[in-house]
């Protein structure tokens, strides 16, 4: 690094890791973008959070899905907007029902290719409905690609951006789940017409992200060493996955049902009505058991179950956890 390194960087972001990310996306992910469309953030928190400031007012409903990443529900209510909850089903967020409940919605929260938390993939027909309905009305998509990268019995589903002709999606993508969270670093892909308005809240907010890190990630990224560690990942977080599944399935059985295993680092086991997961949690915590309850992603009527992240546990020790959750769920 030389002294020039030591100043304010470019607002955007690393001119760079810029190029880098729009090259591995337009490849990767389908999308359609230029390097100057694309804005380094730290993570996809403040993405959402720019996001919101730009495309909201107080007072505007926005839809989210249900169940949905709470703290994205978090960012809309401190923006003064009014979250319009709407279901998910297996073919993703039930556009239909979201027209219903409130067709002219500023804007959409979406994770289509791996949905929080259940882990369902958006359908063709659903993407397209979507599309439609924020052309029609006016309105936007907040698409947040948070770990598409990880799919273990199928390509990876092509991104909604590159389906959009009309340039109503914001997509947010993030290098927490692919490398490791205390990076903080993330990016948006900004509709052309709103790069300038995007920039104006960035500027206001902190000038811009950190250099040396954009740095050392676009040499990563480049060299060839990012598409090495994907693929070693994939392996392993697949290793992981089944050896999850298998213990669910022994252990448990018929007591719980499983979804989203398809992809991502999680995976979700949904409980009998009346469960208490969160007291169920409280325990397990005792017993140095993490479990993430579902029920508070939810809004209205709420399912009780838990959001089971594999990414960091060793095969080895995943069929010991599963038990100690089975003897969770057996003893009153």
Not at 123 to 144: C, H, K, V, Y
Request: hydrophobic share 40%.
């Amino acid at each position: 690094m030389d002294a020039k390194s030591f100043h304010y960087g470019d607002q955007m972001g690393s001119k760079v890791l810029r190029e880098t990310i729009a090259s591995y996306l337009r490849t990767a992910r389908s999308l359609r973008c230029e390097a100057g469309q694309i804005m380094i953030v730290s993570g996809s928190q403040q993405a959402l959070e720019i996001s919101a400031r730009v495309l909201l007012d107080p007072g505007n409903r926005v839809w989210v899905e249900e169940p949905c990443y709470s703290l994205a529900r978090e960012v809309f209510a401190l923006n003064g907007c009014q979250v319009v909850p709407v279901p998910i089903d297996q073919e993703g967020m039930d556009v239909g029902a979201g027209i219903k409940r409130w067709r002219k919605a500023r804007a959409a929260f979406v994770t289509p290719s791996h949905q929080f938390p259940l882990g369902v993939t958006m359908s063709a027909s659903r993407r397209f409905q979507l599309l439609d309905w924020a052309q029609n009305t006016g309105s936007w998509i907040i698409e947040d690609d948070y770990d598409s990268e990880y799919r273990y019995e199928s390509l990876p589903i092509a991104s909604l951006q590159g389906l959009d002709a009309n340039a109503r999606v914001i997509y947010i993508g993030t290098f927490s789940k692919v490398l490791f969270p205390s990076l903080r670093l993330g990016y948006v892909v900004i509709p052309p017409d709103l790069v300038d308005r995007f920039l104006a809240i960035r500027r206001a907010m902190d000038l811009g992200p950190p250099t040396f890190h954009q740095e050392v990630l676009a040499d990563f990224i480049g060299e060839g060493h990012f598409a090495r560690h994907l693929r070693r990942m994939r392996v392993l977080y697949g290793e992981r996955r089944v050896a999850l599944v298998d213990s669910i399935s022994k252990e448990l059985g018929s007591m719980i049902e499983v979804l989203g295993g398809e992809a991502g680092m999680h995976l979700v086991v949904t409980l009998p009505n009346g469960s208490r997961d969160l007291e169920i949690a409280g325990r397990a915590a005792r017993q140095n058991l993490w479990l993430w309850p579902l029920s508070p992603s939810y809004l209205d009527e709420s399912r009780p179950g838990f959001i089971l992240g594999f990414g960091g546990t060793a095969v080895e020790e995943i069929p010991r956890a599963v038990r100690k959750l089975r003897n969770l769920l057996t003893t009153k």
